[in-house]
């Protein structure tokens, strides 16, 4: 490992637990294709979770900096620091981009990871709460 790579991994926000998540998106990915519904991603994304012994809550609801519900469920969060939206469709949006930025807002979290698996070849999208000043 050259020094600049590890600079690289040191300004990642969660990178061992991104990388761990998304080969269980991999995984899931691999195990049921690209034509199935969301419910059944997640349903597998979180059979994997388990076997892995990670923490987490699904659908979980978030609020907002009054403490009043706003209606946001996100799809999961893990170990309480990384939301993810799990998509079925063609192809992913602005408005799937800026939900997420929302999700990460409301919750003061810091990374959210945003999976369409009707992609050919899954690319999970790592998306940062940039209203937090500090990334560490």
Do not use: W
Request: charged share 30%.
């Amino acid at each position: 490992m050259h020094a600049n790579d590890a600079n690289k991994n040191r300004d990642l926000i969660h990178p061992e637990l991104s990388y761990l998540l998304t080969g269980l998106f991999y995984k899931t990915h691999n195990k049921l294709g690209r034509f199935c519904r969301e419910k059944q991603y997640s349903d597998e994304f979180k059979k994997l979770l388990i076997e892995s012994g990670i923490r987490y809550e699904r659908e979980y609801p978030l609020k907002s900096m009054g403490d009043k519900i706003e209606g946001n469920i996100v799809d999961f969060i893990v170990d309480q620091k990384i939301l993810i939206d799990l998509k079925a469709k063609r192809f992913l949006t602005k408005e799937d981009y800026y939900q997420m930025l929302r999700y990460l807002e409301c919750s003061k979290i810091k990374l959210g990871l945003l999976v369409n698996f009707r992609s050919t070849y899954l690319k999970p999208k790592r998306v940062l709460n940039n209203k937090l000043a500090s990334f560490a």
